[in-house]
């Protein structure tokens, strides 16, 4: 057992709590600290940090991909509020299957949850490589397994 592991598990979860929460006072706070101890004391029990926490290392790399994702989420969002705004509301909403092309588990999820974090896509389910994905419209879709988030994703992925 490392004890920083869960003493940085503790901290993180306690920056969470108060970022979240918004509030100061300290019957707040000491619910945050109480929450926070808690959780890492119960990680410790399972000793579940020290084997699966972090599979996916922060590096700058992953941070240009995050602001990427950022960008294209505001995109997205503008797209989505152009197609509810239309009076005629120009949907065609579609179910897709396609094939991911990460290697690894964690990296097929972060390719996952991005289309899912992109307004108007969602990943409905996974089955090994293939993705299940519904769209609001078909050019949501169109040309998705070849598309610039897949190949961000797997550079990520052959970086880490």
């Keep these: 057992m490392r004890p920083r ?20 006072e300290p019957l707040i706070l000491g619910f945050g600290v109480l929450s926070a101890t ?4 119960i990680a410790a029990r399972m000793d579940r940090v020290d084997r699966y926490t972090f599979p996916v290392r922060l590096s700058w ?11 294209e989420m505001f995109k997205a969002n503008l797209k989505v509020a152009r197609i509810i705004l239309d009076p005629a ?10 094939r991911s092309h990460q290697k690894s588990d964690p990296f097929r999820v972060i390719y996952a949850n991005s289309i899912t974090l992109t307004p108007g896509t969602m990943t409905t389910g996974t089955d090994g490589r293939t ?8 050019k949501d879709v169109d040309g998705r397994e070849d598309d610039e988030m897949d190949r961000r994703v797997c550079a990520l992925e052959n970086r880490s």
């Design 61 to 71: 790399r992953m941070l240009g991909y995050l602001a990427w994702l950022v960008r």
């Design 38 to 41: 808690l959780v890492s004391f």
């Design 131 to 138: 993705l299940r994905i519904h769209a609001l419209t078909w």
């Design 89 to 98: 509301l120009p949907i065609s909403p579609i179910m897709v299957l396609f």
């Design 5 to 24: 592991r869960y003493i940085f598990l503790g901290l993180i979860l306690l920056a969470l709590w108060l970022l979240l929460s918004g509030h100061w």
